[in-house]
């Protein structure tokens, strides 16, 4: 309980801090490379974008990496996963890592 109150919280203009930096950019879209099978670096920036809207144009240019969390079941008709759950597996996934 309360752990949301440690989170450091910053904002800044994304575009410029990602072209500012020299760290890999995972960008989480649809036909990205199953994140279970790419590899992923320790020191990273992983962009997740609006569940309606994905990452914006601007910013998806600025992506290094694409990465998808693969369907289980390839016949199934999936828009999307929540935005919170999705950040929470690939973090893991990159945490395992």
Sequence with gaps: ???LARVNVFYTDLEEFLNR???PIYGAVMNGKNVYSASKEENAILVM???ANGISETIEKLITHTITIPKYNK???I???NVATATAIL???FRRN
């Design 79 to 81: 828009d999307s996963l």
């Design 21 to 23: 930096t020299t760290l």
């Design 91 to 93: 973090l893991n996934e």
């Design 75 to 77: 016949d199934a008709v």
């Design 1 to 3: 309980m309360g752990s």
């Design 49 to 51: 974008g609006n569940e």
